[in-house]
């Protein structure tokens, strides 16, 4: 992977003291523990709103982890392109989602620390049902999937439990479900349910909640 924000050492540790600083100003607080695992990748949930990234990267300093998250190619054009890189993006072709599901695979491989953000909604825009390539890329790489959330209600970066996917997605999208019902968004009416895509091929058997 490339070089990042993150693996400057000096500017990483004052950032930590910055990122603390500007949430504890705005209110905000995070809640939960990384993960144990060396490996794993990373949802975070809904996904509303462009202020999700920026506040995401102050909550991940506060952590202090590393992590490269993924993002539409059109934020990585000229002349953001490098900033972006160095924030620890992604472009994501979205034409490719196969392709995108094995190269991550193939980078969960080849590194023996590695954790990378996938929207499951695939855009902060309102969608019928989330994308499945984060389930397929923790399960084709024998990794956990950590839940993690921003709750524009309570003000709260969490990092929330990790799931290892068992092959059976429909079971496992029930629970992964289960854990985001009430976490809100900054726009809470684009929020998208945790559910499978009626075209994916699966039917959703999760219970509907009142």
Do not use: Q
């Given at each position: 992977m490339h070089y990042t924000i993150?693996?400057?050492?000096?500017?990483?540790?004052?950032?930590?003291?910055?990122?603390?600083?500007?949430?504890?100003?705005?209110?905000?607080?995070?809640?939960?523990?990384?993960?144990?695992?060396?490996?794993?990748v990373v949802i975070?949930?809904?996904?509303?709103?462009?202020?999700?990234?920026?506040?995401?990267?102050?909550?991940?300093?506060?952590?202090k982890t590393k992590i490269f998250w993924m993002g539409k190619?059109?934020?990585f054009r000229f002349p953001f392109g490098h900033i972006m890189r160095w924030l620890g993006g992604i472009h994501v072709d979205r034409s490719k989602s196969n392709n995108m599901v094995d190269q991550t695979i193939q980078?969960?491989?080849?590194?023996?620390?590695?954790?990378?953000?996938?929207?499951?909604?695939?855009?902060?825009?309102?969608?019928?049902?989330?994308k499945t390539g984060f389930y397929y890329i923790a399960y084709g790489a024998n990794v956990p999937i950590a839940l993690c959330?921003?709750?524009?209600?309570r003000k709260v970066g969490g990092v929330g439990?990790?799931?290892?996917?068992?092959?059976?997605?429909?079971?496992?999208?029930?629970?992964?479900?289960?854990?985001?019902?009430g976490i809100r968004g900054k726009h809470p009416e684009k929020s998208s349910p945790a559910d499978i895509s009626p075209g994916s091929g699966y039917k959703n058997a999760c219970m509907p909640r009142k």
């Open positions: 993150f693996d400057t050492p000096v500017l990483s540790s004052l950032l930590y003291l910055v990122s603390t600083t500007i949430l504890k100003i705005f209110g905000w607080k995070k809640e939960g523990c990384l993960p144990d695992v060396s490996k794993y975070a949930a809904p996904h509303t709103s462009n202020w999700d990234l920026p506040i995401t990267m102050l909550v991940a300093f506060a952590f190619d059109a934020i980078a969960f491989n080849s590194h023996e620390r590695l954790a990378i953000v996938v929207p499951p909604e695939g855009t902060r825009g309102k969608v019928r049902s989330w959330f921003l709750d524009y209600d439990p990790v799931f290892w996917p068992s092959g059976d997605i429909v079971t496992d999208m029930c629970v992964i479900r289960e854990f985001y019902y």
